[in-house]
């Protein structure tokens, strides 16, 4: 039975299975809305979104016209599609965060569902519908997928997912190489996906440095695709260390496109974001890392802060780490991994609120007896103070402190080096706004002010409808939105990532075929 006709049978269903219905009178509601199938491995799936006796039953799609993406040639960074499982499909190097007010949801390939509580990386992907399954142009082999992706209320800010151009340049994963001797890890070091078992040849990444993986220091050095397409965005190998490796050249393109659909109860309107090296934290943090590790003065274009009280004015508690030890044993009885450090009353931890919150995982996942504080489900982190200020940079949690210079004694541990060791310190900018943040003020800066913040993309909002639609999103059309840095122009030589994002409410997108496009000869100016 395909997707669209699902609706029809919820009726009868409901009465077998009203127990496992999360609204009775809307139906048995698979993720999204859609009717329940008659499948055991599904029938806990009942989320409305929008809320008791707001959702309905998602009608589905029309066919989609896939003529509408004929008149333009595509760099498809992320196709959702799987050319070797038809079991564990998931959007490879797709990340995703969140305010921490909800879960983020995602249909299986196996329509069961998935959320992002422990991890926010490569969530899974379900079965494309028949509705867009024929505007794939895969083999036939291919398992077909789209991103379905679902949930809310979102209470904070809202959420989003991401691609970063890091895994379509593939270089960052050889920077340890350069820096084995220092003792900065590999960041990205096992990117290969090209090669991996769930890659996408169609969608490939590491594009700059196909053999990531034989680099050795002072060796074989990176070789480029042999695509010409993809070998085409390489920024060269000797531009500054953040392009280098984590951004590609993008100005042959005239824009960003994909093909998207949205369920009945979900807010209309979905961010198309694309970040530079004069917007990215990302490329601000690489740049800042290499800094530290090698000693040669890196360019930098927005800065950083981080805070270390607690939002929402919870009260920051310092917990023995035993206690954390306890919960985590708790939580994952029979497999357990304690967290490293010296079991006793003065060895605390500052974590917001008087308990670790439901779902919490707060080991790093790159050693896994080190305390990580990035939040659950991607959102805020829950530690304050110097705990707070000595985790990890969440976008590369494997880095490493360089051990020399002013983190000699620190025993080369993972944190990021413009925050780690810093106290947190109470600061009020002019305009009368505070808050506490890592800096030492004898030695360091002060916090920035927001006038020089990164995060501040250049995005433009679309609005989905139930149908499948084909978006193209002209670089041209992108504005920042003014709360950061503001800059003269999208530098379309080092774009660092491509980004969707909404805001609170609830949402249930589906999201297919993320790609760079350029209009096709004849066809310039049609957008």
């Given at each position: 039975?395909?997707?669209?006709?699902?609706?029809?049978?919820?009726?009868?269903?409901?009465?077998?299975?009203?127990?496992?219905?999360?609204?009775?009178?809307?139906?048995?509601?698979?993720?999204?809305?859609?009717?329940?199938?008659?499948?055991?491995?599904?029938?806990?799936?009942?989320?409305?979104?929008?809320?008791?006796?707001?959702?309905?039953?998602d009608?589905?799609?029309?066919?989609?016209?896939?003529?509408?993406?004929?008149?333009?040639?595509?760099?498809?960074?992320?196709?959702?599609?799987?050319?070797?499982?038809?079991?564990?499909?998931?959007?490879?190097?797709?990340?995703?965060?969140?305010?921490?007010?909800?879960?983020?949801?995602?249909?299986?390939?196996?329509?069961?569902?998935?959320?992002?509580?422990?991890t926010?990386?490569?969530?899974?992907?379900t079965?494309?519908?028949?509705?867009?399954?024929?505007?794939?142009?895969?083999p036939?082999?291919?398992?077909?997928?789209?991103?379905?992706?679902?949930?809310?209320?979102?209470?904070?800010?809202?959420?989003?997912?991401?691609?970063?151009?890091?895994?379509?340049?593939?270089?960052?994963?050889?920077?340890?190489?350069?820096?084995?001797?220092?003792?900065?890890?590999?960041t990205?070091?096992?990117?290969?996906?090209?090669?991996?078992?769930?890659?996408?040849?169609?969608?490939?990444?590491?594009?700059?440095c196909?053999?990531?993986?034989?680099?050795?220091?002072?060796?074989?050095?990176?070789?480029?695709?042999?695509?010409?397409?993809?070998?085409?965005?390489?920024?060269?190998?000797?531009?500054?260390?953040?392009?280098?490796?984590?951004?590609?050249?993008?100005?042959?393109?005239?824009?960003v496109?994909f093909?998207?659909?949205?369920?009945?109860?979900?807010?209309?309107?979905?961010?198309?974001?694309?970040?530079?090296?004069?917007?990215?934290?990302?490329?601000?943090?690489?740049?800042?890392?290499?800094?530290?590790?090698?000693?040669?003065?890196?360019?930098?274009?927005?800065?950083?802060?981080?805070?270390?009280?607690?939002?929402?004015?919870?009260?920051?508690?310092?917990?023995?780490?035993?206690?954390?030890?306890?919960?985590?044993?708790?939580?994952?009885?029979g497999?357990?991994?304690?967290?490293?450090?010296?079991?006793?009353?003065?060895?605390?931890?500052?974590?917001?609120?008087?308990?670790?919150?439901?779902?919490?995982?707060?080991?790093?996942?790159?050693?896994?007896?080190?305390?990580?504080?990035?939040?659950?489900?991607?959102?805020?982190?829950?530690?304050?103070?110097?705990?707070?200020?000595?985790?990890?940079?969440a976008?590369?949690?494997?880095?490493?402190?360089?051990?020399?210079?002013?983190?000699?004694?620190?025993?080369?541990?993972?944190?990021?080096?413009?925050?780690?060791?810093?106290?947190?310190?109470?600061?009020?900018?002019?305009?009368?706004?505070?808050?506490?943040?890592?800096?030492?003020?004898?030695?360091?800066?002060?916090?920035?002010?927001?006038?020089?913040?990164?995060?501040?993309?250049?995005?433009?909002?679309?609005?989905?409808?139930?149908?499948?639609?084909?978006?193209?999103?002209?670089?041209?059309?992108?504005?920042?939105?003014?709360?950061?840095?503001?800059?003269?122009?999208?530098?379309?030589t080092?774009?660092?990532?491509?980004?969707?994002?909404?805001?609170?409410?609830?949402?249930?997108?589906?999201?297919d075929?993320?790609?760079?496009?350029?209009?096709?000869?004849g066809?310039?100016?049609?957008?």
């Open positions: 039975m395909v997707r669209e006709n699902i609706a029809r049978t919820s009726s009868r269903r409901c009465a077998a299975a009203a127990v496992l219905c999360a609204v009775a009178a809307a139906g048995c509601n698979r993720p999204g809305g859609v009717a329940e199938q008659a499948n055991p491995t599904a029938a806990t799936l009942g989320i409305c979104i929008g809320g008791p006796g707001v959702c309905i039953a009608p589905g799609s029309a066919p989609a016209d896939c003529s509408q993406d004929d008149t333009v040639d595509t760099l498809v960074v992320e196709s959702f599609d799987d050319y070797n499982s038809s079991t564990t499909n998931s959007a490879q190097d797709l990340y995703t965060y969140t305010d921490g007010t909800s879960a983020l949801s995602f249909e299986t390939y196996g329509h069961t569902l998935a959320n992002n509580l422990q926010g990386w490569e969530p899974p992907v079965e494309a519908p028949d509705s867009i399954a024929k505007c794939h142009t895969h036939a082999s291919y398992y077909r997928g789209v991103l379905h992706a679902f949930g809310g209320p979102f209470l904070g800010w809202g959420g989003g997912l991401g691609v970063s151009s890091a895994k379509l340049n593939g270089r960052l994963g050889v920077h340890y190489a350069e820096q084995r001797g220092t003792g900065l890890t590999a990205g070091a096992s990117i290969g996906d090209a090669g991996a078992a769930t890659g996408d040849p169609f969608a490939p990444k590491d594009n700059c196909v053999n990531a993986l034989m680099v050795t220091d002072g060796g074989t050095p990176c070789v480029m695709t042999q695509d010409p397409r993809y070998a085409a965005v390489c920024p060269p190998a000797d531009s500054e260390y953040a392009v280098a490796t984590a951004a590609i050249d993008v100005s042959q393109y005239d824009g496109s093909w998207a659909r949205r369920g009945p109860n979900s807010q209309a309107g979905i961010r198309v974001m694309v970040g530079d090296k004069y917007t990215d934290d990302d490329l601000n943090y690489l740049a800042l890392t290499e800094e530290a590790n090698t000693g040669q003065p890196q360019p930098t274009y927005c800065h950083r802060n981080r805070e270390c009280d607690c939002l929402n004015h919870q009260e920051c508690t310092a917990i023995p780490l035993q206690t954390l030890n306890d919960d985590l044993a708790a939580q994952n009885p497999n357990v991994t304690m967290i490293m450090g010296t079991e006793s009353a003065t060895n605390l931890v500052s974590v917001c609120g008087t308990v670790p919150p439901a779902g919490w995982n707060p080991l790093n996942s790159c050693l896994n007896n080190e305390l990580e504080c990035v939040g659950t489900g991607g959102g805020p982190s829950f530690c304050c103070d110097v705990s707070n200020c000595n985790s990890v940079y976008a590369f949690p494997c880095d490493q402190l360089p051990n020399t210079g002013p983190f000699a004694d620190a025993g080369m541990v993972h944190g990021d080096p413009q925050f780690y060791g810093r106290p947190c310190t109470p600061y009020q900018f002019p305009n009368g706004v505070g808050g506490s943040y890592c800096y030492d003020p004898a030695t360091d800066p002060p916090p920035w002010p927001s006038t020089e913040l990164c995060g501040d993309f250049w995005m433009v909002t679309v609005d989905l409808t139930t149908d499948w639609q084909f978006f193209k999103v002209p670089f041209t059309n992108l504005r920042q939105q003014g709360w950061a840095k503001r800059q003269p122009k999208l530098d379309l080092s774009v660092s990532v491509v980004r969707f994002s909404w805001d609170t409410g609830w949402i249930d997108y589906w999201i075929q993320v790609s760079f496009y350029r209009e096709k000869s066809n310039a100016g049609a957008q």
